[in-house]
Every structure is written in C-alpha cells, then in structure tokens.
C-alpha cells in the first residue's frame, strides 16, 4: 500500500493483469489473481490525510470493507419442552431467517426492511456476529473474502434500538471513559478530547455535554433523541469501517431522525459501510439510502438500488401511487394480512422468486460470488490479507491496568453521584447505634452482665454484616445489561470490571462499621482502652467487607432479586446458627460442624468475644451460695467454645472467606458474561 502523501508507482502485478487481460488463458487460477489485484487496486484508491495520523482509528490507512453472505438461516428454539424421538433428544425449532443473501459494498448505506417479523433484527444480529447463545447460524457470512469471526466486534460498530447508560455521569464524562478504553492506545489525550469535541458538536450534544445522562422519565435526564445521539457518537468514536445501527432513529423526532440519517449518508460517502434496519421512514428519509433490502417472513423479497425498488415492483404489478410513501408502500405490499395468510404468502412467494430471476439479484450474485473466489485464492495460496485487514482497522486497546483504571473511576464517580443510598445508610446506622447503645447503656461487669456484653456484641457483627450483605445483593443485576453490552463489544475484560465494583464498594463498608463503634462502643461502656476499641472497629470492617464478598457473590449468580433471595434465606441460616450466636459450637452433630468453618459470624463473634474478655481479671459474682459463677474473662471465652489464640486466625480465616467470595463471583460473572 502506498504510504501517506505519495503517489502509486506502478507495480508488478499492474503489468501482470494487463498481461493477463490481453491473454486467452481463462484458467480458474488466472481468474482468481485477477479477481484478487483489482481488488487491492480498489482499496488503493481510498482517500486520506497526508501527512496527518488518524487520531480516532489506527495509524494506516483504512481499507474499504464489503460483507456479503448466502444461504443464511438462523434457527431458535420454540419451546423449552424437548421431545423424544429414536433415543435422541429434540427441541423444537423455529426458522427465523430462511437462506437469505446479500451484498454491501464499501461506502453504502443499506437500510433493511420488512414488516414487524420479518427478521431484521434477526439477520443484522446475525451479520454483526451477536446471536445469542440460543439461536443457531447457518451459512457464509464473509467480509472481504474472509469469514466472520469473534474479531468483528473490534472492526465494526453497532447502535443498538435500546440505550443502555450508567446515568449518574455526564454527556462528557461518558464519551471520555469510551475514548480511553475503545480508541487506540497510542493516540494521545489531546486527539481524544479533539474526538469528543468534534462528535459533541457534529451531533448536537455540546449544549448537554455537562448534563447528567440520567433515567428515561426522571426530571434531570437526556431526551430520547439526545440519548441515541449519544449511543451513537459512542459507537463511531473509533471511525469503524464498518457499522451495524439496529434501528436508530427510533424515539426521534422527523428533525433529529433526517439529522441521524444524513449523518451516516456522509460516512458512507467517506468509504464507510453501514446497514441499519429502520421502521416506517418518511418518504424524505427512505430517499437518503442509496441500497434496500427488503425482507417478507424471513425471505430476501429485493436487495439493490432504492430507485430499482420502485421499477421491480411496478414489473411485479405492484406500481407505488405518487401520493404513497414508497416506504410504507414496499412493507404494506410484502405484510400478511390476517384472515388472509393463504393469499399473503402466495403474494410474498412470486415476489421472492422472481426477483431471484431478476438482473438485480444477478448483480448482487456477481459480488457474492467475486467474495467467494477471493476467499478460494486465500485459502489456496495461505493469503495474509485476513491479518492485514484487522491490524490495519483495528484500534490497539489499552491494557489491563487502564481499563482497571478508568472502570474504577467510573464506579467509584457514580457510587459518589448517589448521595441518597448512602445518607440513608448512615441514618440508618446511626439511629440502630444510638438504639443499641442505649439499650445496653453502662453494662456492669457481672454475671448479668455477661449475657448483655454477648448480646451487645451479637449486635455488633449482625448490624454491619447484614446490611453489608444486603445493601450489595442488587448491584450486579441492575447494572448486568450494560456490563454484558460492554463486554461483548470488547470495551474491557470481565476481571477488570469486577474488581473496580470490588473497590467502589469499599469506602462505604469501611465508614460505616466506624460510625458504629463511635456511638455505640462508648454508650455501651466496653472495654475503655483504645486498643480493645481499635480492634473492635477492624473486626466490624472486616466483617462488614466479607459479609459484601458474600453478597457481591449471591448477586452475580443470579439474574433476579427474588432469586437472589430464595438462595439467601437458607445460607443466612446456617451462617446465623453455625457462628456461635444461638448455638454452643460444642454441641453440634459431627456431621453438620464443618459448616461453622465457611460462616463469618463465628470468626467474627470469636474475635470480638476474646477482644472483650481476654484481659477481664475479675468478675463480681452476686448469685446465691451454690451457683456456679464466672470469676474471669477466659472462663467466659471457654463457655462458648472460642479460643483466645485464635484472634490472628480469625482474621487469617475471614480474609480467605473474603477472597474466596469473590472469586466464586468472578467466576459467576465470568461464565454468564460468557454465555452471552
């Protein structure tokens, strides 16, 4: 390829195809090195910026994409029940797409047709490689000659029909951690910010760059038009070559929807390829698009000109009225009507077939089939053109570190953007502190007063374990939609992301247990040495963080609060009695005592119980002759089956429950983040 700012010398190969043309040799061999240099000689042709690096793409010159695909099918699975057939399991399935074709060439904008059902969705989900887990492909999907794999995400951009946003942070805000974790790693911050300002002003943002990007239906929020300009301008941040829009004018008015057309018409015309599918255009809009492809129960019914649109269907017998949107028109004319499905369908089976007779399906078979040979001469000759196609449009990602980085930004600026949770929190934790403090008020050290110290301390590992456990159970499934959309399109890794919430969740964890003991520990009348209070106030952080590792890994394996719930209730209960609050660790069966060793409760009971009596001397016994009395602070520690020398090992044994927690949820994520 010619570098910036020179002009093409002629070539080798140049004499080699003009040889070849002159020649009589029709071999295949010969076709296919033909077929192969024009097309290098058409992706030498793309204009660029001499002497000037691309700051939102790569650092070499783009190169036009053309996707082609045949004999697409896409089947789902109808129902949940399986059937047995022969000793072989079956599930029933639905063929959604059924043996579709189609051709898009560099600097055209497709739009994709049909009636509600029809498979648009299905198919430019299908082309953008994001099926989901369920659906199953079958068929030749190539781009430039070479199949359709995981690395498109990187390539190509895709708008989806519905915005997923953090709203806690900024139009600004927003683009600037995209531009940091999705552009190429060796632009610099100024080429990042001059993205951000050119895309703000391209797409009329600029006036809302500073507004919080918020809720649908909250007061401080952006509209719907400026939210799907702002998923927009998120998914060309890179300039990918190639761009997927699953109908992305939706909620817009007919201003904003022309803007958003008009805006993807000049990509198109700078060499970009994009395929967007679109629901009733008006006729002003329908006009913008230079290629259609209409689709009539998952059947290609036209692929081609716009213009050509009009002309098939008029040969067809279906002539558009002048006072028609020809839009309307093409969706009304290939719809199945109810009560008529039998005339419908027959209608939509001419239609198909003999547009397949037409010369505007030859026209897009020619481009099929030249993609198809250039994928023969690659796979014959070992070409590399598949490697030099992604290093060339793909953008170098940032490293683990940045993406940890700026994820951690990101969550630790939208857990700040939310005041109200934690000044709930707070109170909340302030009045239980005054209530319990007040409760066990100046407790004597005495044998009644034995039981209220332990009842004291019950409180002490329950109010800042549960709301721990709690507070962090809604976390992962309310932000999982947009985690599993970032992911998928390759913006960070998984572990990155986990860890950042990880993080973010700490600050809150730890100001919490504190302003507990504050209050509660000195209304109380504990131990009055700053040591004793010291390492009350550790063991109720540490606690309070593994009781969130608990939580944070309950929330990551299920997709619901209730279903959270439903695993929660049993495994609180066995926490509650295997951690020496309501049962005598002695005195469990064998068979079930291990389950003490994976509940924090009793790490943390046991801490906080040799804290407090381990340095007790004497103990005023005021019972009756006869009673057994406890006369020091061990016999207390031995009544309730905990050891004074096992302080380090319960904060040992709370730290490995506290990573183990977190593994298992990473490895919850992880696998469901798979899936997807």
Known sequence: MPAHG????????????ASEEDSSDSSDDNYLKRVLFIKELQQEDWTHFPGKRISYGTCKQRVGITLTWRDLSVY?????TCFTRHHNQYQPVKKVLSNVFGAVQSGSLLAMMGASGAGKTTLINALAHRTTGKMVVDGDILINGHKVNEALSTLAGYVHQHDLFLGSITVNEHLTFMTRLKMDRRTTAKERQARVVELLNTLGLAKVQNTLIGTPGSEKSLSGGERKRLAFATEILTDPPLLFCDEPTTGMDSFNAKLMVKIMQDMAKRGKTILCTIHQPSSEIFAMFDRLLLLAEGRVAYMGSSAGALQFFESEGYKCPSTFNPADYFVHTLAVFPGHEGRSQARIDTICHDYTMSPYYKQIEMIIQQEEDIRLLNLKY?????EELFH????????????WWWLTWRALLDSYRNPTVHYIRTVKKIISAFLIGLSYAQIRLNQAGIQDIQGALYFFVTENSFPALYGVLDLFPKEMPL??????????RSDTYYISKMIAQMPGFIVDPVVYCLICYWLIGLQRHFYHFALTVLISIVDALTASACGTMISTGFESLPNILLFLIPFQLIVLIYGGLFANLKSLPWYTAWLKFISWFMYSNEALTVTQWKDIKNITCEMPPGVPCFHTGMEVIEKYAFKPSHLAYDFVMMAVLYCCFHLLGFVALHVRAKKK
Do not use: A, C, M
């Open 76 to 80: 789902v699975p109808e129902k949940k």
């Open 6 to 17: 020179e002009d093409r010398q002629p070539r080798e190969t140049d004499s080699l195809l």
């Open 392 to 403: 060339r449009n793909t953008p170098e990602r940032p490293g683990w570190l940045v993406q």
């Open 382 to 386: 070992g070409n590399s053109y598949e």
């Open 483 to 492: 985690f599993f959309r970032e992911h998928r399109n390759g913006i960070y």
